[in-house]
């Protein structure tokens, strides 16, 4: 098993202890708008520890807590995949397409117009 399918095998046994445990029985929408939102709140822990607030007198970043909050979204990341119904493969495949459809509009190779470097010196 690799990294990737390792962690969402480790995930969606997390969920499943905690919706047993908790009684907890959504359906699929309402757990993707939960992962969702969780993931959200996470983002703007994420930010809190990068220190976005320009109009405050800027400190070092607490690294290891940026981490964590890294883990965090990934955690809620992770789930929601999963609630979807997107699993490791399926999310490797998906970046990869996405990943060379990207660089392909960078290069302007892309049917989808205005995102090539050259185009914007028009």
């Not at 990737?4 to 046994?13: G, M, S, T, V």
């Not at 969920?15 to 929408?29: G, I, P």
Request: aromatic share 12%.
């Amino acid at each position: 098993m690799d990294k990737l399918e390792n962690i969402f095998a480790w995930q969606d046994k997390f969920n499943q202890k905690v919706r047993t445990e908790r009684h907890l029985d959504f359906d699929q929408s309402t757990w993707v708008q939960k992962m969702g939102l969780a993931l959200m709140v996470e983002l703007g822990e994420v930010m809190e520890e990068a220190q976005y607030k320009w109009w405050k007198n800027p400190k070092p970043i607490d690294v290891p807590k940026l981490h964590e909050e890294l883990v965090d979204v990934f955690h809620f990341f992770v789930s929601m995949c999963i609630d979807a119904g997107l699993d490791a493969d399926g999310l490797y495949a998906g970046y990869l397409a996405k990943n060379q459809e990207n660089f392909r509009r960078q290069e302007g190779l892309s049917s989808k117009p205005g995102y090539s470097v050259a185009d914007s010196d028009e």
